[in-house]
Structure formats: structure tokens, C-alpha cells
């Protein structure tokens, strides 16, 4: 499994993924993207971080069933209150908070907006920055609206509180987040309750 990590990790930098877009696709976190793209397939020098490799591939790969975790988490989401806004973390948060959208509208009545958030790490090689990422203007806005923020995994919580710092700068109102996957086991990011699926321990 490891060996087959680091070769795909590999493969990704080849392709120009930078170090955050490798830890995204691979689901790991930054620091065991990291260690991956520096490893050699056949000789591991190093010890790998301790880290869960997450593969939902089959729920990512099959429109049913994507929409019946979309339809979950939007239950949860709407224990929280109204919801105006989905903010979908790219990459793979996006799937979830577009069809979250229409589960939302359904669930509640409101005509629920989608919204995309890039983060830093996809637009820069580095996690020492303390820049923010941004929310796309080709979607809907955070203005004045309760936002539900979206992923498939947290690995540190990192990326959600850049989100939701992004979403108060920008004047709205994050009222939770929802994730898959909580690998942090978090119960809640800069006093923001976190939703999530499965929430991973170590023992």
C-alpha cells in the first residue's frame, strides 16, 4: 500500500500537482504528501508520518451513492439552521456541496446557493504562508449569508479554518462545517461546530 502511495504521489508531481494538490487527491495530510513525493518507490529511507490514507473512491466514483452521503450530510448540516449558502472546498469538497445544494433546497425550501472555495496550498507549494485562499466570483456569494462549509476529509483542520476566516472577512455567516471524513476528531474549528461521517481515532 505504501509503495503504491509514493509511486502515485510521484506520479502527481510529475504532472505539476503541488504538495497541497497531492495531499488532496491522496487525502493524506501535507506533511505525508510530503514525505511521499520524496521517497524512492523502491527503498523507503525515512519513517511516514503518522497518517490514515483515505480512499472513497467508491462513493466519489458512483453518482447513487454520492448522493445519498450529500444527502446525510446536508441532514446534518440543517441541525445547524437555515442554511442560504454551500461553500464546496476544491477540489473535493465540490462534488458534495453541488449536489448538497439541491438536497438543501429540497430538505428546506430555501433556494440555496453554491459557492467555491480554493485554498492557498493549491496555488502555492508551501504551507508556510499565512495567506488565505480565496472564494471563486463564478459562483454563488458569501455576503450576508449562512454558509455551510464542504469537504470530503479534515486531516489537521487547517483548510476549514481558512475557510471560514475567508467567509467572516467576507461577510458571511459560517454556521458548520461538514465533512466525510474527520481524521483531526474535531468537534468544532474557531467555534464553528464540525459535522462528520466518520470521525477517525487513534488509539
Known amino acids: 500500500m505504501k509503495q503504491k502511495l509514493i509511486q502515485k504521489a510521484q506520479e502527481l508531481r510529475q504532472h505539476g500537482f503541488t504538495t497541497g494538490e497531492i495531499a488532496d487527491e491522496l487525502n493524506v495530510s501535507m506533511?505525508?504528501?510530503?514525505?511521499?513525493?520524496?521517497?524512492?518507490?523502491?527503498?523507503?529511507?525515512?519513517?511516514?508520518?503518522?497518517?490514515?490514507?483515505?480512499?472513497?473512491?467508491?462513493?466519489?466514483?458512483?453518482?447513487?451513492?454520492?448522493?445519498?452521503?450529500?444527502?446525510?450530510?446536508?441532514?446534518m448540516a440543517l441541525t445547524h439552521g437555515e442554511v442560504d449558502t454551500i461553500v464546496g472546498i476544491a477540489v473535493s469538497g465540490i462534488p458534495f456541496a453541488t449536489v448538497m445544494a439541491d438536497f438543501i433546497e429540497d430538505m428546506s425550501g430555501v433556494d440555496a446557493s453554491l459557492a467555491i472555495f480554493h485554498p492557498n496550498k493549491h496555488r502555492k507549494d508551501s504551507d508556510e504562508s499565512d495567506d488565505e485562499g480565496t472564494i471563486s466570483t463564478n459562483f454563488g456569494t458569501v455576503e450576508g449569508k449562512k454558509v455551510v462549509i464542504v469537504d470530503d476529509v479534515i486531516t489537521s483542520g487547517k483548510t476549514a479554518r481558512e475557510v471560514i476566516h475567508t467567509v467572516k472577512d467576507l461577510g458571511g455567516i459560517p454556521t458548520c462545517v461538514t465533512v466525510l471524513i474527520d481524521k483531526a476528531g474535531l468537534s468544532e474549528i474557531e467555534g464553528i461546530p464540525v459535522e462528520s461521517l466518520i470521525k477517525v481515532s487513534r488509539l
Open 31 to 75: 506533511d505525508t504528501a510530503r514525505w511521499l513525493t520524496l521517497q524512492k518507490p523502491t527503498e523507503i529511507k525515512a519513517e511516514a508520518p503518522v497518517d490514515f490514507a483515505i480512499n472513497w473512491k467508491s462513493i466519489g466514483g458512483n453518482s447513487t451513492r454520492l448522493n445519498f452521503v450529500s444527502g446525510a450530510l446536508s441532514d
